[in-house]
RNA sequence: GUGGCUGUAGCUCAAUGGUAGAGCUCCGGUUUGUGGUACCGGCUGUUGCGGGUUCGAGCCCCGUCAGCCACCCCA
């Protein structure tokens, strides 16, 4: 029996990364005073295909008929969700609200390296201010986020762009607006498309290739302006580059959308996200009419990425063995102070230290091995000299001996070996 | 959903159509109180699954499932 395609077991070392990835998005999104939510992972699929999400995402859905006739999906992100959530309750909390998640969505799709139908996501959220100030706070969390796992800027991009930008050349256009969300996916395209086919597919809006080329690449973007002066103030202007030709699938982004990318190899988008301040009207009929800036982050493409670049490996390798399972390994060298080592071991875990002890009589030389495959720093040794003991610090073989009495007091001393 | 490549021990991989092997991991040991190297020994396979061709298939053919890659799209 194995998993179905694109679930993953996660086994102590696979879930030790996870946890260290989760660790970093925590960390980050309170620093900016975000708090956690949660909601359910399956949905009403009507959620879904109300007027939101759009796009491809909804061939994507991996939903089912329950036993109760009702029409469900998994959740294949979790943005309505909390659209619903915020529209219910906005008003029992001061604005803007900043909220984020940790959780399982879905999609059902074709598994790669890097996607999977399963998957964890970090997803952030301003609610209650639409201001560009708004958008920089945003893309702020998002780039402090990717460096907490010791990614620069010459490991990943910010391509930023603007909807508004985009209904402006429509309009100039004689393009009413209806017709936007057709358009943008022209765009979305654009890139990956011969010319020739966007060429054609163009002719329909009467807008000649060209005059979509040049407003792509055009030098400035007076949209962006505000926001790229606030992401200069912080000193993060480095991180992101405008691009109108980013304009995102969701369908139900209004302004400024954005996407990480990372510069070397060819994983896809690392994050993406965006303005969507007609979601929560929508979703409540009008009862709550908050606009909303947020992004969402995925698990794999972040695990891999991190593998690829040698600095960030090297601070997730530092900070599992920090994490490791056991920090204080007692060796049991007589068999008949078992009792001893036993008081000595709950004493020890009772002051918050991560201890283990072979549960039966084993070599000394094992339980050594043992404690080291177990990444302890100190090993405990226990034996006839009781009530001294000896403690070794495993990494330089440096042994000292003292009364187990002052075995507390010593740690103390050496808290730096108490990797917490 | 479309196309291509791949499927042998827990992992990485061998095996001109002729009796399925190695390394690593794991477990035990190298005379009984000191660990990452060394040495010795041990365990593990319906060769993904199902058919077909053949005296004989891990190897050839068909199907199927799974994985990888590209497309699609996105985290």
């Known amino acids: 029996m194995k998993p179905l395609?694109?679930?993953?077991?996660?086994?102590?070392?696979?879930?030790?990364?996870?946890?260290?990835?989760?660790?970093?998005?925590?960390?980050?999104?309170?620093?900016?005073?975000?708090?956690?939510?949660?909601?359910?992972?399956?949905?009403?699929?009507?959620?879904?295909?109300?007027?939101?999400?759009?796009?491809?995402?909804?061939?994507?859905?991996?939903?089912?008929?329950?036993?109760?006739?009702?029409?469900?999906?998994?959740?294949?992100?979790?943005?309505?969700?909390?659209?619903?959530?915020?529209?219910?309750?906005?008003?029992?909390?001061?604005?803007?609200?900043?909220?984020?998640?940790?959780?399982?969505?879905?999609?059902?799709?074709?598994?790669?390296?890097?996607?999977l139908r399963e998957f964890l996501q970090f997803n952030c959220d301003l609610l209650g201010d639409s201001s560009p100030a708004a958008d920089a706070e945003m893309v702020a969390l998002l780039i402090d986020l990717l460096r907490s796992f010791g990614l620069t800027n010459q490991d990943f991009v910010i391509r930023l762009s603007n909807r508004e930008a985009w209904y402006d050349f429509l309009d100039?256009?004689?393009?009413?607006?209806?017709?936007?969300?057709?358009?943008?996916?022209?765009?979305?395209?654009?890139?990956?498309?011969?010319?020739?086919?966007?060429?054609?597919?163009?002719?329909?809006?009467?807008?000649?290739?060209?005059?979509?080329?040049?407003?792509?690449?055009?030098?400035?973007?007076?949209?962006?302006?505000?926001?790229?002066?606030?992401?200069?103030?912080?000193?993060?202007?480095?991180?992101?580059?405008?691009?109108?030709?980013?304009?995102?699938?969701?369908?139900?982004?209004?302004?400024?959308?954005?996407?990480?990318?990372?510069?070397?190899?060819?994983?896809?988008?690392?994050?993406?996200?965006?303005?969507?301040?007609?979601?929560?009207a929508d979703l409540s009929d009008g009862s709550a009419d908050l606009p909303a800036i947020g992004f969402g982050v995925g698990d794999a493409v972040l695990l891999e990425l991190i593998n690829e670049v040698a600095a960030a490996k090297t601070q997730e390798e530092s900070a599992l063995k920090a994490d490791a399972p056991v920090q204080i390994y007692i060796v049991i060298a007589a068999e008949e102070k078992r009792p001893a080592a036993l008081a000595l071991s709950q004493k020890l875990r009772s002051e918050g230290w991560r201890v283990a002890f072979p549960l039966g009589s084993e070599r000394v030389g094992k339980q050594f091995g043992t404690a080291e495959s177990a990444g302890a720093t100190l090993a405990v040794v226990i034996g006839a000299e009781w009530p001294v003991v000896k403690v070794k610090r495993l990494a330089d073989r440096h042994e000292e001996e003292l009364a187990e009495r002052d075995l507390l007091a010593w740690l103390q001393e050496n808290r730096n070996l108490k990797a917490d």
């Open 5 to 115: 395609p694109g679930f993953r077991d996660l086994f102590p070392e696979d879930f030790a990364r996870r946890s260290y990835l989760v660790g970093c998005w925590r960390e980050t999104a309170r620093r900016y005073g975000f708090v956690e939510f949660d909601g359910p992972t399956l949905e009403s699929a009507e959620l879904y295909r109300k007027k939101n999400s759009g796009g491809e995402i909804l061939g994507q859905l991996y939903g089912f008929t329950d036993k109760g006739e009702r029409e469900v999906a998994l959740r294949p992100e979790v943005t309505p969700t909390l659209a619903r959530m915020v529209a219910a309750r906005h008003r029992d909390y001061p604005k803007p609200l900043r909220w984020f998640n940790v959780g399982t969505c879905f999609r059902y799709e074709r598994q790669q390296r890097g996607r």
């Open 172 to 280: 100039e256009h004689g393009v009413e607006k209806g017709r936007a969300g057709e358009f943008l996916n022209i765009v979305d395209k654009m890139e990956r498309e011969p010319a020739e086919k966007t060429e054609e597919k163009l002719v329909p809006f009467g807008i000649p290739l060209a005059a979509l080329q040049s407003f792509v690449q055009r030098a400035e973007i007076p949209s962006l302006a505000p926001l790229l002066s606030d992401l200069e103030a912080r000193g993060l202007r480095d991180f992101v580059r405008p691009d109108l030709g980013v304009v995102r699938g969701l369908a139900y982004y209004t302004g400024v959308v954005f996407e990480a990318f990372a510069l070397q190899g060819n994983l896809r988008a690392i994050a993406g996200g965006g303005r969507y301040d007609r979601l929560l």
